[in-house]
Structures are given as structure tokens and as C-alpha cells.
């Protein structure tokens, strides 16, 4: 609660885009409006299901709406927390409930103010719906319901296209229902993307939007700042995203996947804003809860002194893209490349859909998990 009322004071900075989208979705009959909106107003960088969200929260009015989307998207945080801890409870159970609990109260320290940045002081309800829907996702296959989590990953990329990577986890499904999986995966987008396309091509090319490279950025350190987003970014975001997320489940790793696909979209991305944070502690708390068994939840508090906390210490403009560089190659080596001789047996699990029961010979494993 101290976290919101402090936020909230100069909160919504960024809910004029929502404003926008919201309002433009409903001028079915104006040529800038309705299905043309992302033709006419590329910068308004989410998906469809996140400006139905804002159109929805507007027939409030404009200042109701503002206070109703920041305590949505300050409970989803609490929400997201719930569902690791949940997950966390799932797949130690040797563990004592009570030291588990521990744990989570200790990520949940740093975890609560780089969250309410994103949720009061900025309002993204795109990035939090897109976290909340793969957080539900996973929680959905390990409870054997693989055709909700292909929904729910699908519905994570109408509200935020960087989304796509988390598609990896259907990997997870046993191979025969794999692509039923992921024919479900693909129609869920494109029902929500193609009338864009459709009514008007251009929406293509929101993807392309040049957005100045903030100094600070990864791309600024690496030399590639500029005017604009050098256009293969949005593309090696997602390639990249996508492979280290494979590489991840392959290596039975899968809590670390979330973590994976947030540093590399912000690793290459041009901005550096601080509420990207929120989706590396998302990440980080999956992790320290869920993958590893340690009792201090180092990622998470690291995560968030090196995104959030550090912002507010002078520094050159080169420390921010450096701190997001090094953590980016931390976290691909020790959740993607380390050898395998740490991990616990079992951390990866196959879905059989038509029996809801796992393949036999890895039953008796489906309560450990890759460290």
C-alpha cells in the first residue's frame, strides 16, 4: 500500500498511449481509427487485447480509469507471486511449506517496489498482462492442462508481440498433441493480429517504428545508437528470445525461460526504461522459486538492485548498458549452457493431452525441476 500511494502521487505516465489506442479502436468509421489503428499510430507498440482492455476500462472515464487499471495491474503483481509460489510448493515438496514460504517473502521484498513502477507509475498494462498470461500458462501445463496454456501464450502475444518466445513451452507437450498445441497457439494471434492486416497492410509495418537508442542502452554500449531502432532489432528480439528459450526447455530448465526472453528483449532493445525491471524480477523470482532450491533468492534481489535500484545512482550513461549486458550473459550461462551436473532429475516433464497423464517413464520425476 506505501508503494501505490507513493507512486500514485505522479503515476500514469505512460497511460496516454492507452488513452489513445482505446479511444482509436472504437472510430470504426474514421480512416485513422478502428482497424487502421496500428496503420496510422505505429508507436503505439502493444496488441490488440491491450487496447480492448483500455477501451474497456475508459467507459469508467478517463480518471477512473487511470486509478482502476494501476490497482488492477498492482494486484496482478501480487497475483504472479502467488502462482510461483503456488509452482514453487508444486514442484519442491520435499521441501518444508514453511521454509518455501521464506523464500517467497524474500523475493517479494525487492519484487513489490519494481513492480508498482511498472504498475502505478507507468500504468503498461500490456507487459503485465502479457507476465500474467505466461505465469498462468505455465502454471496450466503443470496442471496437465496443455490446450489452456496454449491459449493463455497466445493471448500473451495479443497483449505484447515480444511475447512470442514464450511459445517454447509447448514444448513441453508430448510430440503427437504438440502441434494441436500450437495450431491452437497460432490461431489465438492470429485471430486478434489479422483483421489488422486485413483491413489495412501498412500495420505491417509497426513492427519497423523507429524509436531513438536511449544512451544508456545495451545498443548504445555495442555502437548501434542512432536516430532510430535499427530495423533487424524486433526480429533478433524474437529469434533470439525464441532459441534461448528452446535451449532452456531442452536442458530441462523451463522456469528459467521467462527470465531468458525478458533479458534478451531488453538487451538489444533501444530503450532503457525502468519499468522493463518488472519482467526480469517476473523472471528471476520464477527462477530462485521454482528452479533452484537455494534459500536466498539471489536472482531476484540482484535483478532488481542491477535494473531498478541502480538507475538511481549517478553513473555514465554506458553503466546501464554494461549492467544489462554482463546479467544477459549471467543468466544464458548458467540457466542455458551450464553443464548439466547440477541439475536435479526430472525437470523437464512431457503432457500427453488424451491420457492427462504423463509418459511413464518420467512419472515418478514430475516433482523435481532443473536447478
Known amino acids: 500500500m506505501l508503494w501505490f500511494w507513493l507512486l500514485s502521487r505522479h503515476g500514469g505516465l505512460s497511460w496516454h498511449y492507452f488513452v489513445t489506442g482505446g479511444q482509436l479502436i ?54 504472479i507471486l502467488l502462482t510461483v509460489r503456488s509452482l514453487a510448493h508444486d514442484v519442491h515438496r520435499d521441501t518444508p511449506r514453511v521454509v518455501l514460504d521464506r523464500r517467497v517473502l524474500l523475493a517479494a521484498i525487492p519484487f513489490v517496489p519494481v513492480w508498482m513502477n511498472l ?33 493463455l501464450l497466445g493471448l500473451g502475444v ?25 495450431g491452437l497457439w497460432s490461431f489465438t494471434v492470429a485471430l486478434a493480429w489479422l483483421p489488422f492486416l486485413a483491413a489495412d ?22 555502437g548501434l ?33 521467462v527470465l531468458l526472453v525478458v533479458l534478451a528483449r531488453i538487451v538489444i532493445d533501444p530503450g532503457a526504461h525502468s519499468y522493463y525491471a518488472a519482467g526480469v524480477v517476473v523472471g528471476a523470482a520464477m527462477w530462485d522459486l521454482v528452479g533452484t532450491s537455494r534459500r536466498l533468492p539471489w536472482w531476484t ?32 550461462w548458467w540457466i542455458a549452457l551450464r553443464p548439466d551436473n547440477e541439475l536435479i532429475p526430472g525437470g523437464r516433464w512431457i503432457i500427453r493431452i488424451q491420457s492427462q497423464e504423463p509418459v511413464p517413464d518420467q512419472t515418478a520425476q514430475l516433482s523435481s525441476l532443473g536447478a
Open 26 to 79: 472504437g472510430d470504426v468509421g474514421d480512416k485513422a481509427g478502428g482497424l487502421h489503428l496500428y496503420a496510422t499510430r505505429p508507436d503505439l507498440q502493444f496488441g490488440p487485447l491491450s487496447v480492448l482492455a483500455a477501451a474497456a476500462l475508459l467507459l469508467l472515464g478517463n480518471t477512473p480509469a487511470l486509478f482502476v487499471a494501476q490497482v488492477v495491474t498492482a494486484l496482478a503483481g501480487l497475483l
Open 119 to 151: 504498475a502505478v507509475r507507468f500504468v503498461h498494462i500490456d507487459d503485465m498482462l502479457a507476465l500474467l498470461l505466461t505465469t498462468a500458462a505455465i502454471f496450466a501445463l503443470r496442471r496437465r492442462l496443455p490446450y489452456v496454456a496454449a491459449l
Open 201 to 222: 497492410p501498412r500495420t505491417i509495418n509497426a513492427g519497423g517504428f523507429q524509436i531513438p537508442v536511449d544512451p544508456s542502452s545495451s545498443l548504445a554500449l555495442l
Open 301 to 332: 534481489m540482484t535483478s532488481a538492485l542491477a535494473f531498478f535500484a541502480f538507475r538511481w545512482v549517478p553513473q555514465p550513461d554506458w553503466g546501464h548498458g554494461v549492467i544489462t549486458v554482463a546479467f544477459f550473459a549471467a543468466a544464458v
Open 225 to 257: 545508437g542512432g536516430a532510430g531502432t535499427p530495423v533487424w532489432t524486433r526480429a533478433v528480439q524474437v529469434v533470439g528470445g525464441t532459441l534461448l528459450a528452446v535451449l532452456a526447455v531442452r536442458r530441462r530448465r523451463w522456469a528459467g525461460v
Open 158 to 182: 495479443d497483449a505484447k508481440p515480444w511475447a512470442i518466445p514464450f511459445v517454447a513451452l509447448l514444448l513441453l507437450v508430448e510430440h503427437r498433441d504438440r502441434l494441436r498445441c500450437l
